[in-house]
């Protein structure tokens, strides 16, 4: 039997709220790049970003396996 990755998506998890945060990163990103384009800020915001888009992403690939499977069974 494989190992399977299984997602609990409650409260300040849901993807609506990361995608807020994420929204949010992005115009600080997209700010701070204007106003300092050599700043350290900047790589630990697009790392920032990329997690969160990662766990997204993943978040919703479980939420589509699970409806998929749901609809396979019937």
Known sequence: MRAQRVWNVTGAT???Q???RL???NKRLSQLEGRHPESN???ELKSSALSLSREIDDIRCAE???ALRELLRK
């Open 14 to 16: 849901s993807t609506g």
């Open 18 to 20: 990361l995608q807020s």
């Open 23 to 25: 929204d949010d990163l």
């Open 41 to 43: 800020k900047i790589d």
């Open 64 to 66: 589509a396996t699970a």
